[in-house]
């Protein structure tokens, strides 16, 4: 079931909220997000390390105000390997979906938002690695129209990216705004719960 996906920028206070929703991978999603079975100690040391002045992430937050998917677009300078490009900068995709998230659409939304940051910020590579027994992500890279190499059960994929327009620049704009309305409104209702909550036990 597809359902209205809004997608948003996290920042540092969603730091909190992002190490829970990693936290809660169960071991095999770890595996297919980070390559391993990323021991906790490893996963809290990512979750810290994030840069947020370098790299971008995205988040989507369910009704109940709980963080279900994590994108992370990292940025890194162009080298030889990349030869795909003559920008300075490509980016690599990662995106992990809770599992009372999956099926809606909501990995597929992250990655699309992903893409046209990609091209709003002069970035026409975006890379993406996965195994390749990831049947899910595979598809999703498919429909996106990334070439896919595989490689001793590993895939790495990219997608080449045509530069920002004003419909491209517009339409980010335009899903951030909504996104950042939708989480003020589900935080204050969250609060708004939270002094009730206190009121009504205080009777
Ligand atoms: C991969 C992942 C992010 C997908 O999230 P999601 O929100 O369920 O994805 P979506 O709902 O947008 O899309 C799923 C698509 O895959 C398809 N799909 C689901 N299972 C499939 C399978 N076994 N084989 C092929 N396609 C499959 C769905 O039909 C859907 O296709 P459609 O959009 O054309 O209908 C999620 O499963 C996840 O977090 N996995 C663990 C971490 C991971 O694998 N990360 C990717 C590596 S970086």
Known sequence: MTSFVLVKELRERDRRRMLKHFIELEESDRLLRFG?????????????????????????????????????????????????????????????????????????RLFERAAIHCRNNDVDTLYMHCLSSNKTMMHIAKKAGMEIHRDYGEADAYLKLPPANPGSVLQEALDEQFAVLDYTFKANKRIAAKWLGRLIGRK
Do not use: C, M
């Open 36 to 108: 391993s079975v990323l021991p906790d100690e490893q996963v809290i040391n990512y979750v810290n390390r994030i840069d947020f002045s370098r790299d971008v992430v995205f988040g989507v937050y369910n009704r109940l105000f709980r963080l279900v998917a994590v994108g992370h677009l990292a940025f890194a300078p162009r080298d030889e390997k990349n030869s795909a490009t003559e920008k300075e900068r490509v980016a690599e995709f990662g995106v992990s979906v809770s599992r009372s998230a999956r099926g809606r659409g909501i990995g597929s």
